[in-house]
């Protein structure tokens, strides 16, 4: 893990003069006696803020600067193992280990392992003390650092339990930091290593090379014989008779150039050794030496496309089958790599992001941003670890995804709609695109997706709203929603005042009516009165003498009752005269129209 603090430079950008301050009507101070103090000169400056995030890395380690106990079979189950790393002196003091003992701490020597020693082959360390400088530059000298992963009972409570040891030197001094000793107790040993080729119940395996080492060395024996072959077919020995030798004879022969002459006593005298060629016995050993090797790591010629002849006369079915099995260690390394390392590694990256994992994170997952928080992560102590298998080559792939378009096409041609979909054919096409090696599906098919579909890859995640932006939302909401209630009380207020006045309106003009009837029921009371004291009146004066007037009936002429004339019956005046008096006292109701407006008023009579 990488913490670092927060950190804060400041940079002058430029600087304005006095004179610039003063004419902007800066203040110029006063000292306590009066004299003018310089104006203040004012600085523009830029405010850079940096701000470190935490990050789990994961490195290479040589296989020279690691080491394991020897009856381990796992990193997970061994009781002990170490990485031994090379690290200047700075770089231990800023890491909190004593000053003092770092100081005294000598120079790291040549390396004494013979595997490192084997993978040095360009002389990095042939400098005696591993390029580090004692004299002028110490606190960049490089100073052999150990970490020591062990099992033991370090607090003497009876458990064995993991811990990190830190020693330095040759002679391996626990260091201390923060003033006591650098042991501290871990949870895992912080390791991933895989090997090509797994031999069982052991930690180490086999490298290709180990498979192809002894190959190797048998055709170098056979190359080299083959050349010296050459070679002496080139110079052969040379049989001398001392009897035809001269005194320049030897001399001549121990100098090798084309056209050169032997001087001899006599001719014949000098007898060439025939050398038989052994290439026809050589070549064959290279072939079967080649085979061989193809035969243990799997990478044919035939299958690299370097053999121009190899592929003559045979099937494109046959060629396959050949490609698929030189393909087939190489796949089997890459699994073994996958289910090993591999898994161990994402393992240890998912405890130590869990453990040490402070601030949220936004990443990318199935085409869509999510923000992701280790700290709410569960204990995930059983983790399962899922390796894709792996489903062939690109061609192969790509025809199985044709076959599947081919399908969906069948599908839709015989009206199956609801088997295939849309989001299914782009599924489809947007697998093409990436088989074809073009990246970006947008170019060429579109997503049916709504914009509100969860599965829509190119929706990003909304983000976190802002709480003040939100209390602003809410007033405006509350806002808006009192003028809506207000228009609505005042708009049920105004067609309440308009019935109001609409009843008020009607009930005045019904009280008109009402009284108008009266009035007109008066005056026809008052019209029947008049005629019916005229009509007594007039019969009174025909007559011989007046009669009692009917009661309720008053008379007529200078104060006396008018009395009917003899022989006249009053009866059907009296009857009238009830029949009016009944219309006029009895209950009144209102006649209305067809559209039910009053147009007057009428007795009810039984």
Avoid at 10 to 19: D, I, K, L, N, Q
Avoid at 234 to 242: I, K, L, S
Avoid at 243 to 250: A, D, F, V, Y
């Amino acid at each position: 893990m990488l913490v670092a603090d927060s950190e804060v430079e400041v940079v002058e950008h430029t600087a304005r003069p006095a004179s610039a301050d003063a004419s902007a009507g800066e203040p110029v101070g006063r000292s306590a006696e009066g004299e003018d103090e310089p104006p203040r000169q004012l600085h523009d400056i830029t405010v850079l803020t940096r701000r470190s995030y935490e990050c789990a890395r994961v490195e290479g380690v040589p296989p020279e600067e690691f080491g394991i106990a020897r009856n381990a079979r796992s990193i997970r189950d061994a009781d002990y193992c170490f990485h031994e790393v090379l690290k200047s002196e700075s770089a231990l003091i800023a890491q909190g280990f004593d000053r003092e003992q770092v100081r005294a701490l000598p120079s790291c020597a040549a390396p004494a392992n013979a595997e490192a020693l084997a993978r040095d082959t360009v002389n990095e360390n042939s400098g005696g003390e591993g390029g580090s400088d004692d004299g002028i530059n110490r606190a960049n000298r490089l100073i052999r650092i150990t970490e020591h992963y062990v099992r033991m009972d370090y607090e003497q409570s009876g458990d064995a339990a993991l811990y990190r040891v830190t020693t330095g030197g040759d002679d391996g001094e626990l260091l201390e930091r923060d003033g006591a000793p650098d042991v501290v107790r871990v949870d895992m040993i912080p390791f991933a290593a895989m090997t090509p080729v797994i031999i069982t119940h052991r930690f180490f395996g086999r490298s290709i090379a180990d498979l192809v080492m002894d190959i190797q060395r048998i055709k170098t024996a056979l190359l080299r014989a083959l050349l010296d072959n050459a070679y002496l077919a080139n110079n052969p020995r040379v049989e001398v008779a001392e009897t035809h030798t001269s005194e320049n004879t030897l001399d001549d022969l121990l100098v090798s150039r084309p056209g050169g002459i032997v001087r001899t006593k006599m001719p014949g005298g000098v007898a060439w050794q025939a050398v038989p060629t052994i290439g026809n016995h050589v070549f064959p050993l290279l072939e079967y030496a080649d085979a061989a090797r193809e035969w243990r790591t799997g990478v044919s010629r035939a299958g690299q496309g370097l053999d121009a002849d190899a592929l003559q006369n045979q099937s494109a079915t046959a060629a396959n089958h050949l490609f698929n099995a030189a393909q087939a260690r190489m796949k089997l390394i890459a699994r073994i790599f996958a289910e090993t390392g591999i898994r161990d590694l994402f393992a240890l990256l998912h405890a130590t992001i869990r453990k040490h994992g402070q601030q949220p994170a936004t990443v990318r997952l199935r085409n869509q941003w999510v923000a992701v928080d280790p700290r709410e992560w569960k204990t995930r102590n059983d983790l399962t670890i899922s390796v894709g298998l792996g489903t062939g080559g690109r061609s192969e792939r790509l025809a199985h995804v044709t076959a599947v378009v081919g399908l969906q096409k069948e599908a839709l041609a015989g009206g199956m709609t609801a088997l295939v979909t849309p989001r299914n054919l782009y599924n489809s096409a947007k697998e093409v695109v990436k088989l074809v090696d073009l990246k970006d599906v947008d170019r060429f098919f579109t997503d049916p997706a709504a914009p509100d579909d969860p599965q829509n890859p190119r929706i990003a995640p909304p983000a976190k709203p802002d709480p003040l932006l939100i209390e602003l939302k809410l007033k405006a909401e509350i806002e808006k929603l009192q003028a809506q209630a207000d228009i609505e009380t005042q708009g049920r207020k105004v067609q309440s005042e308009i019935a109001l006045a609409e009843r008020k309106f009607e009930l005045e003009r019904e009280l008109k009516i009402m009284e108008a009837g009266f009035k007109r029921e008066a005056h026809q009371q008052s019209m029947a009165q008049n005629v019916v004291r005229g009509a007594l009146v007039r019969r009174g004066a025909d007559g011989e003498g007046a009669r009692p007037a009917a009661p309720g009936v008053e008379g007529a002429g200078n104060g006396a009752d008018a009395q009917p004339a003899p022989g006249i019956d009053p009866m059907p005046l009296i009857a009238e005269l009830l029949t009016a008096l009944q219309r006029m006292n009895a209950p009144k109701r209102i006649v209305r129209d067809e559209a039910g407006k009053p147009i007057g008023i009428e007795p009810v009579i039984n």
